[in-house]
């Protein structure tokens, strides 16, 4: 299994300009989510989806979209790219978790995108 | 709001001296704690998971314990191979799916 990969690695973007990162996962998992990791912030999480067609908004949802068309890929979409959006970004996967106690809880994450806007 | 704080923001020891890091939590009914650790440059490797107060779980030279406030990982005669980001996060039962909030984490450096 290749676990959660994520493509790009690196990515300078100018003001205003628009990209995907894509996120995928080969371990038929139902959770997708993205996250942001910012230095004195920690991980705060952008978007989740608990199974194909279904997403939701996570703490910090706003100049994000995301859409979740087959349960292996998660794309995270940069509509216009503003300085603030510098940042790493993660995409993580589990089981739902509905199983409670249980190791179907545990998220895996990706290797990250490294975004500069400019 | 779920809520974590990890203390110390770092810490460097000397390879052999053992220490413990701190997670104290808030959340609405605790479903699961989470450590993981983070190497620069790579995302968060999962490394425990502690579901109710007293649990407790080892790995090689890390002890994660939980009690109702906060958890502790504790490092038994560190290495160097052991520097890095200890990430904690936590998931309530009011959460949709499975969703975790996470602290700032604790930047350990082991010194040979």
């Known amino acids: 299994n290749a676990g959660v990969t994520q493509t790009p690695k690196f990515q300078v973007l100018k003001t205003g300009q628009s990209m995907t990162l894509q996120c995928a996962q080969d371990m038929n998992h139902e959770y997708m989510s993205w996250y942001r990791q910012d230095p004195g912030m920690g991980l705060r999480l952008i978007h989740y989806s608990v199974g194909a067609g279904i997403t939701d908004q996570g703490e910090v949802p706003n100049g994000y979209n995301v859409s979740r068309s087959t349960t292996e890929d998660f794309p995270l979409r940069l509509l216009s790219a503003a300085p603030s959006q510098t940042s790493v970004y993660f995409c993580?996967?589990?089981?739902?978790?509905?199983?409670?106690?249980?190791?179907?809880?545990?998220?895996?994450f990706g290797p990250g995108t490294r975004l500069t806007v400019l | 709001e779920d809520q974590v704080t990890q203390s110390p923001e770092a810490l460097r020891l000397q390879e052999g001296e053992s220490s413990s890091l701190n997670c104290s939590y808030t959340v609405s009914g605790l479903r699961g704690l989470f450590w993981y650790r983070q190497d620069p440059g790579k995302g968060p490797e999962f490394l425990f998971t502690l579901y109710s107060a007293g649990e407790e779980k080892e790995k090689e030279r890390l002890k994660a314990t939980l009690t109702k406030k906060e958890s502790f990982l504790h490092i038994t005669a560190p290495k160097p191979e052991d520097s890095a980001t200890y990430l904690c996060a936590v998931q309530g039962w009011g959460t949709s799916g499975s969703r975790l909030t996470f602290g700032e984490g604790t930047q350990l450096t082991v010194n040979p």
């Open positions: 993580a996967s589990s089981y739902s978790g509905l199983a409670g106690k249980s190791s179907y809880n545990e998220q895996f």
